[in-house]
């Protein structure tokens, strides 16, 4: 992982020369996108729960990496790596075809119109909302990017290990505060994680062949039955035990020491962050507003870059002059 120094040069570029963006940008060009996003995402959720959750993590994947910016959707070519098989998306994001989708009835509805980091930012808040959580008003007229980066993935997205202080530095670069952080986190109230994600802390922590002391010793157990040594990686368990509702389960459970991750615990381990776990987990209301706070800032990011609307969120829309080149 790269020192937070260097990822602080790669910071520095972003927000200069990028588009304003306001509630209602499609309001004349698409004034039904946001029910068309909505309907869709309501579908998907029906047949498949935990797609909600798979959803509204592609927000913080793709805002993170270089600003919300669809460059996350991007498939693999030839000439570019992009951001699906970096350490923290392979074998672990998953749903995209909700947004190809979603971006197909766009595509009936108003034809070139809107861009898929939109259909990101709306997508995650509806997965929020129709799970019983928060709901609030979007910014858009994003753009979508003309490239992707594994390296840069790799070298931003925070590991599952990782532990509180260097997440506070690390959201710290995207001017996020500690209570955003500890509020996002909150977006594990939904969802699913690998056995890979937390092989370490049960068998290995801090290289000490044994478990994380913190976590509580029935839920250990019950981590130890679902990751059973030599330990299957894709195997998942519920990152909180309301999985499917988007509520202040996750930080009853941190309190607990019933967190699934290390980078959930470490929020309760730590007294930086400890009072914000206290306050959410006695305050669901409190956790919605900071939620709901946290997710808007998350998506101002923007990297300035110039970018287009894509016709397709998996590829870059051709241009007259790659035509002529492969021609
Ligand atoms: C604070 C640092 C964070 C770390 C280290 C982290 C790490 C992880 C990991 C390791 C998983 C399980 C992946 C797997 O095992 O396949 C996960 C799942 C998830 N993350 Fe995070 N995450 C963080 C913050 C966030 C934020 C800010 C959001 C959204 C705003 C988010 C949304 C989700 C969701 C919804 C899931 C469940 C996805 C599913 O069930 O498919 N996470 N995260
Ligand atoms: C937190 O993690 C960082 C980076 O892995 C490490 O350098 C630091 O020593 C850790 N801090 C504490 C207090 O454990
Ligand atoms: C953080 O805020 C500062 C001051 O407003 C700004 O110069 C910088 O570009 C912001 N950084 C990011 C990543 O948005
Ligand atoms: C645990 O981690 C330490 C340090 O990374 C390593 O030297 C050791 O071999 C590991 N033990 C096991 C059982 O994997
Ligand atoms: C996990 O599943 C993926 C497919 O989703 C597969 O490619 C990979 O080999 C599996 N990994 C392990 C360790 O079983």
Redesign the pocket.
């Known amino acids: 992982m790269l020192p937070l120094v260097a990822l602080f040069l790669l910071l520095i570029t972003m927000a200069a020369g990028a588009p304003d963006l306001r509630p209602g940008f499609y309001a004349e060009t698409c004034p039904d996108a946001e029910l068309i996003v909505r309907d869709v995402m309501e579908k998907a959720k029906a047949r498949e729960a935990?797609s909600a959750?798979?959803v509204?993590?592609f927000?913080?994947h793709d805002c993170f990496v270089n600003g919300c910016d669809a460059s996350l959707l991007l498939d693999d070519t030839p000439n570019m790596l992009g951001e699906k098989l970096s350490l923290s998306n392979i074998?672990?994001l998953?749903s995209f075809q909700v947004v190809d989708e979603v971006k197909e009835a766009l595509e009936n509805a108003c034809p070139g119109t809107v861009s898929c980091a939109d259909i990101i930012i709306m997508t995650s808040r509806d997965a929020v909302a129709l799970s019983g959580g928060p709901f609030w008003e979007v910014k858009l007229g994003r753009k979508d990017s003309l490239a992707a980066s594994q390296k840069d993935s790799d070298d931003i997205m925070?590991?599952?290990r990782?532990n509180a202080s260097y997440?506070i530095d690390l959201f710290d670069k995207f001017n996020l505060s500690v209570k955003d952080?500890v509020a996002?986190?909150g977006?594990?109230s939904?969802?699913?994680?690998?056995c890979?994600?937390i092989m370490y802390r049960l068998y290995n922590q801090s290289g000490t062949g044994m478990a994380d002391p913190s976590i509580e010793p029935n839920y250990r157990e019950s981590l130890y039955k679902l990751c059973p040594p030599p330990v299957d990686q894709n195997v998942t368990g519920d990152?909180d035990a309301t999985p499917q509702l988007f509520d202040n389960q996750y930080f009853k459970d941190l309190v607990a020491g019933r967190g699934f991750?290390n980078?959930d615990e470490t929020l309760f381990t730590f007294p930086q962050t400890r009072k914000y776990v206290r306050l959410f987990s006695q305050d669901q209301n409190e956790f919605f507003k900071a939620f709901a706070e946290g997710?808007i800032r998350?998506g101002d990011l923007q990297s300035g870059n110039p970018g287009e609307i894509r016709y397709n969120c998996r590829v870059v829309n051709s241009r007259p002059l790659d035509i002529l080149f492969e021609s």
């Open positions: 935990r959750a798979s509204m993590r927000q913080f074998n672990s998953r925070p590991s599952p990782a997440l952080l996002l986190s977006s594990h939904i969802g699913q994680g690998r890979f994600s990152l991750l980078s997710m998350l």
